[in-house]
């Protein structure tokens, strides 16, 4: 079926003792075994039965299961955020004395994983500009082990051509590509099928939609997601909470709607800031003479509402800006149904020093803008309003 449909309609679980038209929240830690060889027989099979919640729950599979037929993949894992989603997907598929390549512009923790965490467990790294696959080549030692790729990246909404990539890392063994779709969410871009082995989210963003839930997920081949799922998560313990769980099934109903309004009013947005007199760029794929413009129509269904914007005046007029919207919301997420305006360079991006972050141009004056589903109109005036007062 379409889309539309499936995000409402697939894998969906109905309860067969009170056929309950909403999926009962199964709020428990563990599980009544009926005897000694079932408990056995469960904790060596862990796809087989539920034994303890730390290993799976009922409400997580229903999530996990949406997910899985969603991007088109053998198997999902729901866990407790999007970084529990990378670390976990990571540490699964290196080990001391591997290589990992990963793009110049990519979320700030994810950075920070990379960097200062990943290098003190014997594990290599090179960072280079993912939109250019020679580059990515040129990087390949015979120690690597991991190519890692955000698209659209977060925040300058770079674009990495997956099918491109996977192609050339077809011509060497034992590599892996990971990618994060957080920003287009399964709706927009379904990366297993351009060649990835594994995709992530960040599911407290776009697939939740409400901000209310801190989630992530998972979703590959079965044999990669069992292997994340025992030993990885059953030992680091990023265990996705059945509320949330639950949280995360009604706001994936909702996705294709939101998706899509997310993307009309985004494309409004952007094409008004391009031509705002306070306004030096605008980073958005919709755009056509955006660098990533025939990328992101190639593999993705929209352009997303995502956008970073460079403010005429630095970080003053940015404060300006973020300080008199009244619409948008100062936050540091991403992906609700209300707008939300952040400085990335002081929030999502901190870790990265500043010379790191002009580099990549993450510029001090630059503003994230997730842009949510309320009336476009109400939301260009509210820029508008604030921009405004950098002149004054």
Known sequence: MNIATDVIHAERYVDPTTGSHVTPIYQTSTFILHDFDEAVRLNQNIDQGFVYSRFGNPSVKEFEDKIAYL???EAALGVASGLGAISTAVMSLIKAGDHIIFGDVIYGCTFALFTKILPSFGIEYSIVDTTDVEAIEKAIKPNTRLVYVETPANPTLKISDIAQISEMLGKYENIKMVVDS???SPYLQNALDLGADIVVHSATKYISGHGNVTAG???GSKKDID???MPFLQCFGAVLDP???WQLVNGLKTLAVRMEKHCDNAMKVATFLQNHPMVDKVYYPGLKDNPGYETAKK???????MMSVDIKGGIDAARTVMNNVKVFSLATSLGNVDSLIQHSPSMSHFDMTPEQRHAVSIFDGQVRLSVGIEDSEDLINDLDQALNLIKR
Do not use: D, L, S
Request: proline letters at 0%.
């Open 299 to 305: 593999q993705m269904r929209g352009f997303g509402g």
């Open 182 to 184: 957080t920003f287009a």
């Open 217 to 219: 997920v998972i979703a």
């Open 71 to 73: 991007e088109h993949a």
């Open 243 to 245: 509320f949330a769980a």
């Open 227 to 229: 292997k994340c799922r």
